[in-house]
């Protein structure tokens, strides 16, 4: 079932996403060659305390980390450990903040002193990504066209969609219907409704869709190893365009 919020619930989901995003663009400052992506976790937890608002990652299905950080050939679900960061690294940051009840996910990708083209290119297509899949989220369209608008985009550009993987509704909970795939086409699945709130999340593979999970339950990387990037906002279906709530 799909939770319609109201304007009151929204207003509280803009809070707690203005603070994901807040806490997204300080770790994002700090990604720098050395740092460990167990000190960014660790530094997003502070930050959070400091908000008054709590990770909502942290012991989900037992999910160890504060935020997740996948690096390089890492999709998604990365778990902070001593991995130092490299020049040339590109690094995910997913940071899922709860506060009051409601809950505001949002991811981007950093680079690192990155100067090869086709990287460049991969993380600037799958930023373009999401900002087609927003667009597209217009009341009276389908969840599909979310989706196709995100493939378009990224297949247009050479790289792939990850498919084993998809954005999602998300407000009181983590995970709420419907599920936004990131491909397929237009014009299937639930009509937008105003109230609607989803994480629309494009998860891009430079090489080829197929993923494979780790052996600690978490870490998802690519299965021929090449890069990967990712970025998110939840967003709120309105009478207009679409409102991004992790700003």
């Given at each position: 079932?799909?939770?319609?919020?109201?304007?009151?619930?929204?207003?509280?989901?803009?809070?707690s996403?203005?603070?994901?995003?807040?806490?997204?663009?300080?770790?994002?400052?700090?990604?720098?060659?050395?740092?460990?992506?167990?000190?960014?976790?660790?530094?997003?937890?502070?930050?959070?305390?400091?908000?008054g608002?709590?990770?909502?990652?942290?012991?989900?299905?037992?999910?160890?980390?504060?935020?997740?950080?996948?690096?390089?050939?890492?999709?998604?679900?990365?778990?902070?450990?001593?991995?130092?960061?490299?020049?040339?690294?590109?690094?995910?940051?997913?940071?899922g903040?709860?506060?009051?009840?409601?809950?505001?996910?949002?991811?981007?990708?950093?680079?690192?002193?990155?100067?090869?083209?086709?990287?460049?290119?991969?993380?600037?297509?799958?930023?373009?990504?999401?900002?087609?899949?927003?667009?597209?989220?217009?009341?009276?369209?389908?969840?599909?066209?979310?989706?196709?608008?995100?493939?378009?985009?990224?297949?247009?550009?050479?790289?792939?969609?990850?498919?084993?993987?998809?954005?999602?509704?998300?407000?009181?909970?983590?995970?709420?219907?419907?599920?936004?795939?990131?491909?397929?086409?237009?014009?299937?699945?639930?009509?937008?409704?105003?109230?609607?709130?989803?994480?629309i999340?494009?998860?891009?593979?430079?090489?080829?869709?197929?993923?494979?999970?780790?052996?600690?339950?978490?870490?998802?990387?690519?299965?021929?190893?090449?890069l990967?990037?990712?970025?998110?906002?939840?967003?709120?279906?309105?009478?207009?365009?679409?409102?991004?709530?992790?700003?």
């Amino acid at each position: 079932m799909i939770v319609i919020k109201s304007a009151a619930e929204i207003e509280r989901m803009r809070t707690s996403g203005h603070l994901a995003a807040v806490v997204r663009d300080d770790v994002a400052a700090k990604v720098s060659p050395g740092i460990t992506t167990m000190e960014l976790s660790e530094y997003a937890g502070e930050l959070m305390k400091k908000l008054g608002a709590e990770s909502a990652f942290k012991g989900y299905r037992g999910y160890p980390g504060n935020i997740c950080i996948s690096v390089n050939d890492a999709v998604v679900h990365g778990i902070p450990d001593q991995r130092h960061i490299q020049l040339g690294d590109i690094v995910s940051i997913d940071v899922g903040v709860k506060y009051e009840g409601f809950i505001g996910d949002t991811a981007l990708t950093v680079m690192v002193g990155v100067t090869d083209p086709e990287v460049l290119r991969l993380v600037k297509t799958t930023e373009k990504s999401l900002e087609a899949g927003i667009a597209a989220a217009l009341s009276g369209k389908r969840v599909s066209d979310i989706s196709n608008a995100v493939e378009k985009t990224v297949t247009g550009a050479g790289f792939s969609v990850v498919r084993d993987f998809v954005g999602h509704g998300v407000g009181r909970q983590m995970h709420e219907d419907p599920q936004i795939p990131n491909f397929g086409p237009p014009g299937r699945g639930a009509v937008l409704k105003p109230g609607m709130t989803f994480a629309i999340e494009p998860m891009v593979n430079q090489g080829g869709a197929e993923v494979e999970v780790q052996a600690d339950g978490w870490t998802v990387l690519t299965r021929d190893r090449k890069l990967s990037a990712h970025f998110e906002h939840t967003v709120a279906i309105t009478e207009g365009l679409a409102q991004i709530l992790t700003i």
